[in-house]
């Protein structure tokens, strides 16, 4: 879709790691541009509009007249549009190697990560209120814990969090994703050569629900019981530190109040999507 514009436009999920990972990328090259959200609930119908049925999430980046949907190929654009610092590795082997990992880590870890918080987050009202009052405050001071059912329910039937045994499951890919980061990293502090690349960004952003480093967007003070059981049992893992070291060296800081781009809602589709 053709699409006329200067600056770069991010479509993104404020809370989302696959939008984490794309914001980190322009952010760690910096690569000037303009955020925005659409109100929870209504970014599959926003996402849709803007790519002509082609995604139905976030992240969505309108570049040089283009909308990008997926962040592995709004990554391989910024590489295209913005060279240094890269993020792709200059050697085939180690290229390719940083590549697979990344695909690796979008498939087997991301739906994982994000569906655990969800389902453990779903089970408790309050949290589930603080947490749109912290997303979309405007609309929350307009329905108040009437939200509550609402999200609850999209995040059930979204991110298939309402199920035991897919939360269960989602246990497995995370550890499972933790040992392959391990094995992978080896003795090295990289994963794809002896410098950060798109493979050490991906593991990492997509692990932030789990590891929740200072670093990364603040979407609640508190998670369960249940869960921080679960991030006991990761948190002396060399792959549990190593995404707190990777966000700390590699990562700018967000302030610790906000969530990066939910200053600004796209409301209007007519008036926002260029």
Not at 69 to 93: G, V, W
Not at 105 to 114: K, M, Q, S, T, V
Not at 135 to 152: D, E, I, M, N, T
Not at 163 to 184: G, H, M, P, V, Y
């Amino acid at each position: 879709m053709e699409i006329s514009q200067d600056q770069p436009t991010l479509w993104h999920i404020a809370i989302s790691h696959y939008s984490e990972k794309v914001r980190w990328a322009l952010d760690y090259k910096s690569v000037e541009h303009e955020r925005r959200t659409a109100p929870p609930g209504l970014h599959i119908a926003v996402a849709l509009w803007l790519s002509r049925g082609r995604a139905f999430t976030f992240p969505i980046l309108e570049l040089d007249g283009r909308r990008i949907t997926d962040s592995t190929a709004i990554i391989a654009a910024l590489e295209q549009l913005r060279p240094e610092p890269p993020l792709y590795p200059a050697d085939p082997e180690e290229r390719r190697r940083a590549l697979e990992l990344e695909e690796f880590f979008d498939a087997e870890l991301g739906p994982y990560a994000r569906r655990l918080p969800f389902y453990e987050a779903r089970r408790d009202p309050e949290l589930v209120d603080q947490i749109t009052a912290r997303v979309s405050p405007k609309l929350h001071a307009r329905l108040g814990r009437a939200l509550v059912p609402y999200s609850r329910s999209f995040a059930a039937v979204r991110y298939g969090a309402a199920s035991s045994r897919a939360a269960d499951t989602a246990r497995q890919k995370i550890i499972a994703a933790i040992d392959r980061l391990e094995a992978e990293l080896g003795e090295h502090d990289y994963l794809a050569g002896d410098r950060f690349t798109v493979a050490d960004l991906t593991a990492a952003a997509l692990l932030y629900p789990i590891v929740r480093p200072p670093e990364a967007p603040v979407v609640t003070d508190r998670m369960p019981e249940p869960f921080e059981r679960f991030r006991d049992i990761l948190r002396e893992r060399r792959g549990y530190g190593w995404v707190q070291q990777i966000f700390h060296r590699h990562r700018r800081t967000h302030p610790p109040s906000t969530l990066p781009g939910d200053q600004q809602p796209a409301t209007h589709l007519v008036d926002t999507a260029r």
